[in-house]
């Protein structure tokens, strides 16, 4: 995703007459002198602050040029400092960027103002209203905070990929996700849950009312393995048997039965027609004879392709929800893609590449600063300094 954004821009000297006192609100102020500012900038090192004096409650103030405030960097180097990290850079290589250019900050200063910027943006978010959601893509993933894995949950407006709301779960369990989706959903309206198989989600969607759309692509990403699995398995029993020159080994078609079948339930899937299910209903009775094994015993193969079947079975109302006109209309693509496109930007794939994070609220900010980043894509050009304001 392509983001176009502006850095702040830093003069050297006040603009124009602050309006009010900040202390009082008083509309009465009086000049009181000039002062140096030392500034850490990659233009500037040092710049004219004007101080004034309340007439009402005779306190003082200084009045800064745009681009500077009572810190000691600019606004310029903030944001060059952020956008750097979110570019890929560490905390360390960040400095030394900026130490090339003549602003050079330490490590820990670079770590405070991606962490400022993180809160900033999680406020930003909080105060832009959302108007109504009727498609919500929810998916989790995992994070290592200090050593402890932990889980983290996002949902996204289905369409365009917004973020709506992160959190790190107890566990991946429905009642959790529920309670934490609850409000949200009542609040934007939702009709339509978007997720991957898991039974969490069958759960949530039917408690909370929901309509509910199984990701396809993670369906048939799971039909491919595991039919391939099947089939290999099949393969090598064949093979076996073979090797044996067995009379009833070459008479006997379960195998070759097995592997056309698996190929059939790939192109069942895979073109999620009408009278998909009525196949789909005939391939598991097929296999209805298929016992369970004992207790020790590995699953035939038999018995596993009536499990998958049936499983698919129970999903495939969810499977063709986006096939219905008028959530098609809506743009309901029948994929939660959008989140899982989500996830990456908002710091999995940088993640990979990281020890972990230090805490929990460091996590947090992270991932919101990506997040609302993420959300400017395609918006024209994006004003980085109001992270810093």
């Not at 405030?69 to 750097?84: E, F, P, R, Y």
């Not at 900026?98 to 991606?114: E, F, N, P, S, Y």
């Not at 219905?324 to 989500?342: D, H, I, P």
Request: glycine share 8%.
């Amino acid at each position: 995703m392509r983001i176009r954004f502006t850095i702040p821009e830093v003069k050297n000297q006040p603009e124009a007459r602050p309006q009010n006192c900040p202390h009082c609100g008083s509309q009465g102020l009086y000049l009181h002198g000039y002062v140096p500012k030392h500034l850490i900038d990659h233009k500037l090192s040092t710049v004219q602050a004007i101080r004034y004096q309340c007439k009402a409650c005779q306190k003082t103030f200084r009045h800064y040029p745009p681009g500077v405030d009572h810190a000691q960097q600019s606004a310029a180097t903030k944001v060059m400092g952020i956008l750097l990290w979110v570019l890929g850079l560490s905390y360390d290589n960040v400095s030394n960027f900026l130490r090339a250019l003549g602003c050079g900050i330490a490590k820990a200063t670079a770590w405070g103002d991606v962490q400022e910027a993180g809160e900033k943006a999680k406020k930003l978010r909080k105060r832009r209203p959302l108007g109504r959601v009727r498609l919500m893509g929810i998916d989790t993933t995992g994070y290592k905070v200090r050593g402890e894995q932990i889980v983290a949950g996002m949902v996204t407006d289905g369409l365009s990929g917004e973020v709506l709301e992160l959190e790190i779960l107890g566990a991946e369990e429905a009642e959790e996700i529920k309670a934490w989706i609850k409000d949200l959903v009542e609040e934007l309206g939702v009709e339509v849950l978007i997720s991957d198989d898991d039974d969490t989600y069958k759960i949530v969607a039917a408690d909370l009312h929901l309509k509910h759309q199984i990701c396809i692509a993670h369906v048939r990403k799971w039909v491919a393995k595991r039919t391939r699995e099947l089939i290999e398995g099949a393969q090598l029993m064949l093979a076996k048997k073979a090797a044996r020159a067995s009379k009833r080994a070459r008479a006997d078609p379960q195998e070759q039965e097995l592997i056309a079948d698996c190929l059939k339930l790939r192109e069942i899937i895979k073109e999620l027609k009408g009278e998909g299910q009525e196949e789909l209903e005939r391939l598991h009775f097929r296999y209805l004879w298929a016992r369970p094994p004992k207790k020790g015993q590995q699953a035939s193969l038999w018995y596993r392709m009536r499990l998958m079947t049936l499983r698919l079975l129970e999903s495939w109302q969810r499977l063709v929800l986006y096939q219905r006109e008028e959530l098609a209309k809506l743009g309901l693509s029948g994929t939660n893609n959008v989140t899982e496109r989500a996830i990456g930007r908002c710091g999995k794939i940088r993640y990979k590449t990281m020890r972990g994070y230090k805490s929990r609220e460091s996590w947090r900010r992270t991932i919101w600063l990506l997040a609302w980043l993420g959300m400017q894509g395609g918006k024209g050009w994006y004003n980085a300094g109001e992270l810093v304001a």
